[in-house]
């Protein structure tokens, strides 16, 4: 009898210390651009869209939700991982309300950037409106757990911040007001300045937990790839080495911060780039039979619209392309790419 008593006292402390564990990390919650978008466009007077097959043709029950993808988004990979849901709800989407965003939600849009000049060009979510909806998420989340309970969500919450790859693509290369304004270097220094004054801000709401993601290699994303004829449709090297550089300016400002706010913790996920970077060089390593092509369409320059379920040219299996249009990656990638990091992310936060 004493030793059913002892295994049972056992058992009950390590379910304990498994649901003190888990509870460190109560929810998710994502700012950012399509690379964790999960669908808040939908809601949007935008171009910018993916609701509609073949996007989603493998998420789960092979519907489009917005995702810029086949299917899962890294959040969802790290909800998962951190014993959450499976997929991290989008704040605008009508199907969900405050208790699907009691673990994790998105605020996400496709398009944005640090520079609210970026969010202009396709009409979407300026990352001071995605704050303005966390506020109100932060109200509603009072309302239906109560205040203290919300306040322990909220800060305990793991924050994913992903972004930046459309300030330079869509607006610094693209259009000539900031290139007027700033050389590329400068420019690097404004976003990041923009990214500081951006933690500081949900900093001073409560966040304390962070996963910051700098740039991937941009220059070899389809769409850079394709247009680059006088390189081959080699990878635009100008870009990747601009992402490496604000990549290292991240990491300083990161370094900063940390130091100066009491509490905080930001995991700048440096391993993303180098990783990106092989999968796309050495493709065969990981399972990939694609590197320079996506799935969607032709693969070279489609995306949202252009890559629609009418096209001819949409490949039967994802699973063999990194790319799923020419600026998004495929399910298969995200995952690798986010199990990367979830080791550490555990490890920091959990």
């Known amino acids: 009898m004493a030793f059913v008593y002892i295994s049972w006292f056992l058992l009950t402390q390590i379910l304990l210390q498994v649901a003190k564990h888990e509870a460190k990390v109560p929810a998710v919650i994502v700012f950012g651009d399509s690379t964790v978008d999960s669908g808040n466009n939908n809601g949007i007077s935008t171009p910018l869209k993916s609701n509609f097959k073949p996007y989603g043709r493998d998420f789960d029950g092979g519907q489009p939700t917005g995702r810029f993808s086949n299917g899962r988004v890294p959040p969802d ?124 801000e949900i900093y001073s709401l409560g966040v304390r937990k962070i996963s910051l993601t700098g740039l991937p290699p941009m220059g070899c994303l389809p769409l850079e790839r394709a247009t680059n004829f006088m390189a081959n449709n080699d990878c635009m090297q100008e870009y990747n080495n601009v992402a490496v550089e604000f990549n290292g300016k991240l990491k300083n400002m990161v370094a900063k911060l940390n130091q100066e706010l009491p509490g905080l913790r930001i995991l700048l996920t440096e391993k993303l780039y180098p990783l990106f970077y092989q999968i796309i060089k050495r493709p065969s390593s990981y399972g990939f039979e694609y590197a320079e092509k996506a799935c969607c369409a032709t693969g070279t320059f489609e995306m949202s619209y252009l890559c629609n379920q009418d096209n001819p040219y949409t490949c039967a299996d994802a699973n063999k392309f990194i790319f799923w249009d020419a600026f998004h990656p495929t399910e298969k990638t995200n995952k690798i790419l986010a199990d990367q990091v979830i080791g550490d992310l555990l490890d920091t936060f959990n």
């Not at 970026?118 to 979510?125: A, E, G, P």
């Not at 919300?150 to 007001?177: C, H, M, Q, W």
């Open 77 to 200: 990979f790290v909800s998962e991982a951190f014993g959450l849901k499976t997929s991290v709800p989008a704040y605008l989407d009508p199907k969900f309300g405050i208790s699907d965003f009691v673990n994790g939600v998105c605020f996400a849009s496709a398009g944005t950037g640090y520079d609210n000049a970026t969010s202009d060009v396709l009409n979407v979510i300026p990352l001071w409106k995605e704050v303005e909806y966390y506020k109100e998420y932060q109200n509603k989340l009072k309302a239906y757990v109560g205040h203290d309970k919300a306040k322990e969500i909220l800060t305990e919450a793991l924050y994913l911040i992903s972004l930046g790859t459309n300030d330079f693509l869509e607006n610094y290369y693209v259009l000539p007001r900031r290139r007027m304004q700033f050389t590329v270097r400068q420019y690097e220094d404004f976003l990041v300045g923009l990214s500081e004054n951006f933690i500081r």
